[in-house]
T-cell receptor, first 117, second 112 residues
Framework: GAVVSQHPSRVICKSGTSVKIECRSL??????MFWYRQFPKQSLMLMATSNEGSKATYEQGVEKDKFLINHASLTLSTLTVTSAHPEDSSFYIC?????????????FGPGTRLTVL | KQEVTQIPAALSVPEGENLVLNCSFT??????LQWFRQDPGKGLTSLLL?????REQTSGRLNASLDKSSGRSTLYIAASQPGDSATYLC???????????FGSGTRLSIRP
């Protein structure tokens, strides 16, 4: 149980295009999902908190108009990188708030590697 | 502001050795602490989660301890194997539905 999927796992796009990444909780409902970004040889940095039915909360320094987040259902959050540029190339990982063995825990997706040419 | 630090940044040991990875955090008001493993180019694998009321958790050759008062956690790996080579991350959330703050990780290499 408590599986989170991401799609696509890898995407290559041209500079200036938009890319949508999906994060799904497969066997549980998640009111809250989180989006992280990881640059090479660095740790994960939280970009935003996605709440079902409301606007996302962005961390300082993250452009909300560039990284559009939609959490329209309890099992799906999407991250759209608009007008992508090479500096947006990174590993994007989502997580979903769930419960395992009665304990609240965040469950992580496998990540999406974005390469912008 | 919570800060999470992991020492060492990199570690290389011969196969079979026991080793300890360290994690420290500045704010002791944590809900739990979690250790993850990340293989190159891959996502996260959860290894152990210690609740704030617990002192340690064990899974196979792994043992994680938590000392909230001193702001420290250790991950002990017994009888290391080449397959243990990966980056190990510790992470703390403030609450059950709050952001997780990750340490910078320890890159572990086990030499055959």
């Amino acid at each position: 149980g408590a599986v989170v999927s991401q799609h696509p796992s890898r995407v290559i796009c041209k500079s200036g295009t938009s890319v949508k990444i999906e994060c799904r909780s497969l066997d549980f409902q998640a009111t809250t999902m989180f989006w992280y970004r990881q640059f090479p040889k660095q740790s994960l940095m939280l970009m935003a908190t996605s709440n079902e039915g409301s606007k996302a909360t962005y961390e300082q320094g993250v452009e909300k108009d560039k990284f559009l987040i939609n959490h329209a259902s309890l099992t799906l959050s999407t991250l759209t990188v608009t007008s992508a540029h090479p500096e947006d190339s990174s590993f994007y990982i989502c997580s979903a708030d769930g419960t395992s063995g009665g304990i609240n825990e965040q469950f992580f997706g496998p990540g999406t590697r974005l390469t912008v040419l | 502001k919570q800060e999470v630090t992991q020492i060492p940044a990199a570690l290389s040991v011969p196969e079979g050795e026991n080793l300890v990875l360290n994690c420290s955090f500045t704010d002791s008001a944590i809900y739990n602490l979690q250790w993850f493993r990340q293989d190159p180019g891959k996502g996260l694998t959860s290894l152990l989660l210690i609740q704030s009321s617990q002192r340690e958790q064990t899974s196979g050759r792994l043992n994680a301890s938590l000392d909230k008062s001193s702001g420290r956690s250790t991950l002990y790996i017994a009888a290391s194997q080449p397959g243990d080579s990966a980056t190990y991350l510790c992470a703390v959330p403030y609450s059950s539905a709050s952001k997780i703050i990750f340490g910078s990780g320890t890159r572990l290499s086990i030499r055959p």
